[in-house]
């Protein structure tokens, strides 16, 4: 892999670096070329799936880090910017499978940033996920979020935590999201 020595970058991470301007704060009627900025970086990783998997790992990887830095600098009331964190994280399961990467662990990567997504980034990524993930990450993904279900169906209520927090919230969550995985 050949770096950039001046900026002690891949030059794709340069790239990324480049295109998520930090430091900027990004209007909600600029987010939409902003973005499209973004998608073209985004190809130039995505043609690395079939000869370099695990440095597309890696860069998808970073981008979804510098993309995270990037929330609070920009207005995603379109939603353009959060659509483009769901094609950035299908395209990353599509470079792990592509490497051969264990399908539990891509998806326990997956869960743990759905876990903490303080910007919504993974709302419903159900929806998309199912369609990146072959056969085998399906599977893992179907053990996981049944696991979950289940555990939130045992659990009980308890007084004072926020709605959002309470096993009845958590278990019909989860059941959306068997009922996507079944429907895939």
């Known amino acids: 892999m ?4 001046r900026a002690g970058l891949d030059p794709i991470e340069h790239a990324i ?24 970086v985004s190809a130039t990783i995505r043609d690395l799936i079939a000869t370099n998997p695990a440095r597309a790992i890696a860069l998808y990887e970073a981008f979804l880090a510098g993309c995270a830095a990037k ?15 769901h ?10 499978q592509a490497s051969g990467a264990d399908p539990d662990q891509t998806v326990s990567t997956l869960l743990a940033w759905m876990d903490d997504d303080p910007y919504a980034f993974c709302y419903e990524i159900e929806r998309d996920v199912v369609k ?22 045992m659990a009980i209520p ?27």
């Open 87 to 96: 094609d950035l994280i299908c395209s990353w399961i599509e470079a792990r």
């Open 71 to 85: 929330a609070d600098e920009l207005d995603d009331s379109s939603g353009s910017f959060g659509q483009f964190e």
């Open 17 to 40: 670096e480049l295109a998520l301007a930090p430091g900027t704060f990004i209007q909600d009627g600029a987010c939409f070329s902003f973005v499209g900025g973004l998608e073209e």
């Open 158 to 184: 308890v007084p004072g935590k926020p709605p959002g927090d309470q096993p009845e919230y958590i278990r019909r969550h989860w059941d959306d999201g068997l009922r996507t995985i079944y429907f895939a």
């Open 132 to 153: 990146a993930f072959d056969k085998a990450g399906l599977s893992a993904f179907e053990r996981q979020v049944r696991k979950r279900f289940d555990e939130a169906a």
């Open 2 to 5: 050949r770096r950039d020595l």
